[in-house]
């Protein structure tokens, strides 16, 4: 596009629902909700002391009991800071005045944890990923299906309402019929003691990273994505994945492709490519609570930017998942099946992003 071609702001799209419709659960945050929600928080992270466990507190739909960790010292000063009881992960679990649980543990122990939780009779939030294998995830999905209880991972993106301006926009049809999506989520090196550094705990940039890019593919362009290659650059010492590239396409054709890492300048974006146009998303998986986003619809002889109000996606996966523990009969409701199914689907990409990448060795 060259700089001659004008711009204009344009009012927002109304949000409707495209070919796939917006993700499950962005409808329900307006939902009353009778008294909160109890949740104890099975793990003491840094994600959830910064974000997830204030909010938590914040939010009127959810109440935060207890906090449970693997250390007693850490534990009880999460629950100093917010004002609840401090426990075990085992003993948290067998309180009768929690209904669900937040996991926010290493990645390697979220199906193990979110399944003992189920057998428990507590509703889960869960941290992406859900599990490290497909296998697993439809192990979880099962037993939630069987106890009757909501399974959702945190993916707080899919709650933002700027998605759902990008559905409306395809469903108008003004990019035309769609020929590719590029996703992108990478960031710069992390500390050396992080545990996304660990290959036994679930580390790595496919599963903390990559799934951002390949869940909005999925989110926009409906199931039965296929990968068609990848590539992975691993660290010699361990095999860990630090970055890679995974190429798909949807059923329908539209070709896709994803990057990911945690060796980058910071990004975090899709762009999709029509016939007729071409939409790009900024800040398109962490957006900040007051970050208004900026949709770019750029045509042929014109660009035109649609400004969207702001919106607290964590407030809003909250918000929703309390909804749907308040509406019962996460079994057979069609929103909840949904999220478990593409809880299975997302993990399968994975599973299938490993088995086809060609892996470049790289000191780090």
Same mark, same amino acid.
């Given at each position: 596009?060259?700089?001659?071609?004008?711009?204009?702001?344009?009012?927002? @799209?109304?949000?409707?629902?495209?070919?796939?419709?917006?993700?499950?659960?962005?409808?329900?945050?307006?939902?009353?909700?009778?008294?909160?929600?109890?949740?104890?928080?099975?793990?003491?992270?840094?994600?959830?002391?910064?974000?997830?466990?204030?909010?938590?507190?914040?939010?009127?739909?959810?109440?935060?009991?207890?906090?449970? *960790?693997?250390?007693?010292?850490?534990?009880?000063?999460?629950?100093?800071?917010?004002?609840?009881?401090?426990?075990?992960?085992?003993?948290?679990?067998?309180?009768?005045?929690?209904?669900?649980?937040?996991?926010?543990? @290493?990645?390697? +122990?979220?199906?193990?944890?979110?399944?003992?939780?189920?057998?428990?009779?507590?509703?889960?939030?869960?941290?992406?990923?859900?599990?490290?294998?497909?296998?697993?995830? /439809?192990?979880?999905?099962?037993?939630?299906?069987?106890?009757?209880?909501?399974?959702?991972?945190?993916?707080?993106?899919?709650?933002?309402?700027?998605?759902?301006?990008?559905?409306?926009?395809?469903?108008?049809?003004?990019? *035309?019929?769609?020929?590719?999506?590029?996703?992108?989520?990478?960031?710069?090196?992390?500390?050396?003691?992080?545990?996304?550094?660990?290959?036994?705990?679930?580390?790595?940039? +496919?599963?903390?990273?990559?799934?951002? @890019?390949?869940?909005?593919?999925?989110?926009?362009?409906?199931?039965?994505?296929?990968?068609?290659?990848?590539?992975?650059?691993?660290?010699?010492?361990? *095999?860990?994945?630090?970055?890679?590239?995974?190429?798909?396409?949807?059923?329908?054709?539209?070709?896709?492709?994803?990057?990911?890492?945690?060796?980058?300048?910071?990004?975090?974006?899709?762009?999709?490519?029509?016939? *007729?146009?071409? +939409?790009?998303?900024?800040?398109?998986?962490?957006?900040?609570?007051?970050?208004?986003?900026?949709?770019?619809?750029?045509?042929?002889?014109?660009?035109?930017?649609?400004?969207?109000?702001?919106?607290?996606?964590?407030?809003?996966?909250?918000?929703?998942?309390?909804?749907?523990?308040?509406?019962?009969?996460?079994?057979?409701?069609?929103?909840?099946? /949904?999220?478990?199914?593409?809880?299975?689907?997302?993990?399968? +990409?994975?599973?299938?992003?490993?088995?086809?990448?060609?892996?470049?060795?790289?000191?780090?």
């Amino acid at each position: 596009m060259d700089d001659s071609v004008p711009a204009r702001r344009s009012t927002p @799209p109304q949000p409707r629902s495209a070919h796939t419709g917006p993700a499950p659960g962005r409808e329900a945050v307006d939902t009353a909700v009778a008294r909160p929600v109890r949740f104890g928080a099975l793990g003491t992270s840094s994600f959830g002391w910064r974000r997830v466990l204030p909010a938590m507190t914040a939010c009127p739909q959810t109440e935060l009991v207890a906090v449970g *960790g693997r250390s007693p010292e850490r534990s009880q000063r999460f629950a100093d800071r917010f004002g609840c009881a401090g426990s075990s992960l085992a003993a948290l679990l067998e309180r009768d005045d929690i209904d669900a649980v937040y996991i926010s543990l @290493p990645p390697s +122990l979220h199906g193990e944890w979110a399944a003992r939780a189920l057998h428990a009779g507590k509703h889960v939030l869960v941290e992406k990923p859900i599990s490290t294998t497909a296998a697993e995830a /439809r192990a979880v999905v099962k037993l939630a299906e069987e106890r009757d209880l909501v399974l959702r991972e945190n993916f707080m993106f899919l709650h933002h309402p700027q998605h759902d301006a990008v559905t409306a926009l395809i469903a108008e049809g003004r990019l *035309g019929g769609l020929r590719s999506f590029r996703g992108a989520f990478c960031f710069p090196p992390l500390p050396a003691e992080d545990i996304r550094y660990v290959p036994g705990l679930g580390g790595g940039a +496919l599963l903390d990273a990559g799934v951002y @890019p390949l869940r909005a593919a999925a989110m926009l362009l409906g199931p039965g994505l296929r990968v068609a290659g990848a590539t992975a650059r691993v660290r010699a010492s361990d *095999g860990l994945d630090l970055s890679g590239q995974a190429l798909l396409v949807s059923p329908s054709g539209v070709s896709t492709s994803v990057e990911f890492g945690f060796e980058h300048a910071y990004g975090s974006s899709y762009s999709l490519w029509g016939e *007729g146009a071409k +939409l790009t998303v900024d800040r398109a998986f962490t957006p900040p609570a007051g970050y208004q986003p900026v949709l770019v619809l750029e045509e042929q002889d014109h660009v035109e930017q649609f400004t969207l109000p702001a919106a607290d996606q964590l407030n809003r996966s909250l918000a929703g998942f309390a909804a749907a523990v308040a509406a019962g009969g996460a079994a057979a409701s069609p929103g909840e099946a /949904r999220w478990r199914q593409d809880a299975v689907a997302m993990m399968e +990409l994975v599973d299938a992003v490993r088995a086809q990448a060609v892996r470049v060795t790289v000191e780090g």
